[in-house]
């Protein structure tokens, strides 16, 4: 497969949620750019005509977008509708007419992971593969085992070239941002590593609870919704070595060899917990045992970062929403100045949401007689929201071949394979209140105390 661009989009699940709140916005913002104008059939199992799919569109950018009447318009032109049922392949045909002479094909699965084999085998026996590229939304897999079903059932009709697994937060400005930043300043090489850096720590809060998908939570938890996904990517674009080149599969290697290198959990490296009133959910079991916060200590068994403890947490009902990454320094070993009691390090603070921040955490000297310092900190960067949404970003790339911001096959396995030991391990579950950093069992996996971000 080579990078021409894709001639036609499908998007499976055009009826649903996610094409809702986050496909047509990010579709209208490609055509505002002019980065979109092909067909764009949406698929879906309604019994919906071409005229409902566009209603729902100009609906969903009214709710969840910004409508642009010009882009808006033109969006609904490039809009078809076809309807399939997933269970009878035959009614794959319909979509084979409807891509005429469309000789390279962007599918879109925004669809349950369940049903992407089903729609890939109804895809294949109606002709509707050839010269065609694939996105999957993830969870790609539920464990170990059922994402390497998937990859091999993906390589029986793909390239792996051809496969574009989204992973929305390698999509985001300020995650892109944390990789730029680290290459094209040469000073992170010197202290970028074991021998300068005593710990990092990385957040991803959200004040929030459930919000009315606690039957969908119940499938996943917090460990297998965004640390098997979204930080163990994080951990990986952070300590990721200088690629080989600048083409996707040079960077998209670096990030695997990270993955690849850190440890499989074990139960001592992990706090569960569950906010009080999860149980109360609608779609949540009276004694549900999944976990809606999770606190993690990682390992990168490397000659770069060997011994340096990664710690993770993420969870609900926090008191804020933000995602912030931590990167502690040493201490001298032999201070010469009076310090400040107690002794703080210096770092680097990377705030991915909901605003971009780069700081640094340094000590100055108090004016007066004494050496006595105090903290301070510079603030390389400042900026609000996303210069350009994930989605539009992920779906442009794919579009035009482009992998660097996908998940690879193999990278997706190796996160599973460092979670997959405490996924079939019995653990503990503790309950926090809402509007807390979680349980008071976290505190005794880390060494020191936990960075608490701001709102």
Request: overall charge negative; proline content about 6%; aromatic content about 10%.
């Amino acid at each position: 497969m080579g990078t021409s661009q894709s001639d036609a989009l499908v998007f499976f699940g055009a009826t649903g949620d996610l094409a809702f709140k986050k496909i047509f916005p990010a579709l209208q913002a490609m055509v505002k750019r002019s980065h979109l104008d092909v067909p764009i059939i949406g698929v879906g199992r309604s019994a919906w005509t071409v005229d409902q799919l566009r209603a729902r569109a100009r609906e969903s950018l009214e709710q969840h977008g910004e409508a642009d009447p010009i882009a808006c318009e033109t969006l609904c032109r490039l809009l078809h509708y076809v309807r399939v049922d997933y269970a009878d392949s035959s009614t794959f045909q319909a979509l084979r007419k409807e891509l005429g002479g469309v000789e390279q094909p962007l599918y879109y699965l925004a669809i349950p992971p369940s049903l992407f084999t089903t729609v890939i085998e109804g895809l294949a026996k109606s002709g509707c593969l050839d010269g065609a590229r694939v996105i999957l939304e993830k969870p790609f897999g539920r464990n170990l085992a059922s994402a390497q079903e998937l990859n091999r059932t993906l390589h029986s009709y793909f390239t792996e070239q051809a496969i574009f697994r989204i992973d929305h937060y390698l999509g985001k400005e300020s995650v892109q941002n944390l990789m730029y930043f680290r290459f094209a300043n040469p000073f992170f090489e010197t202290g970028w590593n074991r021998h300068s850096i005593q710990r990092v720590q990385i957040t991803m809060a959200e004040e929030f609870g459930v919000a009315g998908r606690g039957r969908f939570y119940e499938e996943v938890g917090a460990i297998r919704d965004v640390v098997q996904s979204h930080l163990l990517m994080v951990i990986a674009c952070l300590v990721m070595e200088q690629p080989s080149g600048r083409d996707y599969e040079s960077i998209r290697e670096e990030r695997v060899k990270v993955l690849k290198m850190i440890r499989p959990l074990i139960p001592s490296d992990v706090v569960r917990g569950q906010f009080r009133g999860y149980r109360r959910e609608g779609g949540v079991a009276p004694e549900s045992q999944v976990e809606t916060f999770a606190a993690l200590r990682f390992y990168i068994d490397s000659e770069r970062w060997a011994g340096v403890p990664f710690y993770v947490r993420t969870g609900k009902c926090l008191p804020v929403t933000v995602t912030e990454v931590l990167v502690e320094f040493k201490r001298p070993g032999c201070p010469v100045l009076d310090e400040i009691e107690p002794p703080l390090p210096n770092y680097f603070r990377f705030r991915l949401s909901p605003d971009v921040t780069i700081a640094v955490g340094a000590t100055t000297k108090v004016p007066g007689q004494a050496m006595v310092g105090k903290r301070i900190e510079l603030v390389a960067q400042q900026c609000s929201g996303e210069e350009m949404d994930p989605y539009e970003r992920l779906l442009g790339d794919a579009m035009n071949g482009d992998a660097t911001l996908f998940a690879r096959g193999d990278g997706v396995e190796a996160a599973w394979w460092v979670v997959q030991p405490i996924l079939d391990t019995p653990m503990s579950l503790h309950e926090y209140e809402a509007n807390t950093w979680g349980p008071g069992e976290a505190d005794r996996l880390i060494e020191g105390d936990w960075h608490n971000p701001s709102g």
